[in-house]
């Protein structure tokens, strides 16, 4: 069996053992054939709506390089603006825009394989046949389209994987995209490929202290952020939004962490407990996008929590406080004028499901005040602890830009 295919493997087993339980909107687990198909395709949903939103085209007309990216946000918009031509990524491709039929159906049998599986029958010879035919194809098909580099928003799922070894192979450079302000740091994930491209300054800081090569890290900005706010933040206890603590569905590469799903609801609690020490008897409660409703029901207070349902850029608009842990959802709502209070419950260094703390999440960073007790949390809602604004020139660079990699691309 080949390593590179187990290697690309990994996400898709690890998803078999820890994407489970019913704190999941649509746990991997279920009885019969289909139990993956719905699970990975509600984990996916919302990954695959914004591939949409932000996919790229043939670009017709420009005659620059070609690159393949399924990169977020309007990124692909701008590589445009530089002069590639940007096409999506293969495995998300109709057949028509694929313009190979044969490459298209063993995308689209993995693809089900993937989804319906049991894990030890993608460990089986037959399907390692498949996956190798499927890497010759899609090697032919760069090579074919003169795709000229490729980009991702993760390495860690199997095709993002897959490519990433394919250009390797090729010679062509790679680069991930950062889609979010990362929970984790360390040297092997977000480093499989050429480059990596990070928002802000600080961004880059924490993953060179992680041990990635200073010199394969760029910073570009945020392609919707343009410019920054530079107003304190508005902080009243009038309408607060509590982000949920939420569990991963597999592992980072890093080390095997297992976490109890019961201290999800004990984040809750301890919010609760904490607000109604400083007078508040409810907030809105916005959960991540894998997690169920229904299963927090069962053990929230539904009279102080009440479901938040609304899109980001509407909930934070009415929101007067955000109370969350680690989550990207700490930039958007500095970036709408609205106080992020991190809310960390911490012991030895580890959060309630049990990964390590991360700046600026662990308090260790200026003008970024984090609770990590109760009590803490009690007294920066008595005193108002805002994070200074200034901070979020440190994460996110301004203007968004893209020169620094046009050179890299041959």
């Given amino acids: 069996m080949d390593p590179d295919i187990i290697d690309c493997l990994k996400f898709e087993l690890d998803k078999r053992i820890y994407y489970y339980g019913d704190q999941f909107a649509h746990p991997a687990e279920r009885a019969g054939m289909d139990r993956l198909s719905d699970g990975v395709r509600g984990f996916a949903s919302q990954t695959l709506r914004t591939f949409r939103r932000s996919r790229g085209s043939a670009s017709a007309g420009n ?62 010879q037959d399907f390692f046949t498949e996956m190798l035919a499927l890497k010759a194809g899609l090697k032919d098909y760069y090579r074919r389209a003169d795709i000229s580099a490729l980009v991702v928003p993760f390495d860690l799922p199997f095709f993002e994987r897959l490519a990433v070894k394919i250009f390797k192979e090729l010679n062509r450079p790679s680069f991930i995209s950062l889609h979010g302000l990362p929970g984790r740091y360390n040297n092997i994930d977000d480093n499989r490929t050429d480059h990596l491209l990070v928002w802000g300054e600080k961004i880059r800081e924490f993953y060179v202290r992680a041990g990635i090569p200073p010199e394969k890290i760029m910073v570009t900005g945020h392609p919707a952020y343009k410019t920054l706010t530079s107003r304190v933040p508005r902080f009243s206890l009038d309408n607060i939004l509590v982000i949920s603590k939420s569990m991963g569905g597999a592992q980072h590469s890093a080390e095997e962490i297992l976490s109890d799903r019961g201290n999800l609801a004990l984040y809750l609690y301890s919010v609760q407990k904490a607000l109604e020490k400083a007078g508040v008897r409810r907030v809105r409660l916005r959960l991540h996008p894998s997690e169920s409703m229904h299963w927090y029901k069962r053990f929230i207070d539904g009279k102080f929590f009440v479901p938040d349902r609304e899109d980001l850029t509407s909930s934070l608009a009415a929101s007067s406080l955000v109370i969350g842990p680690t989550s990207t959802v700490f930039l958007e709502s500095l970036l709408a004028g609205v106080n992020y ?15 390590p703390l991360v700046p600026p999440f662990d308090g260790t960073e200026p003008g970024i005040p984090a609770a990590h007790t109760e009590e803490t949390l009690v007294n920066m809602l008595t005193a108002r602890s805002c994070v200074d604004p200034s901070v979020l020139n440190g994460y996110i660079k301004t203007p968004f830009d893209l020169r620094s990699i046009v050179n890299l691309i041959p």
């Avoid at 209070?341 to 990964?355: C, H, K, M, Q, S």
């Fill in 63 to 124: 005659p620059g390089k070609a690159i393949s990216s399924n990169a977020y946000f309007s990124f692909n918009a701008a590589l445009s603006e530089q002069g590639f031509r940007v096409f999506n990524a293969p495995w998300h491709m109709d057949r028509g825009e694929l313009g190979d039929q044969e490459l298209y159906s063993r995308v689209k049998k993995i693809k089900s394989v993937l989804d319906n599986a049991d894990f030890k029958d993608l460990l089986t």
């Fill in 341 to 355: 209070l991190i809310y960390e419950p911490a012991i030895g260094g580890r959060d309630a499901v049990n990964y």
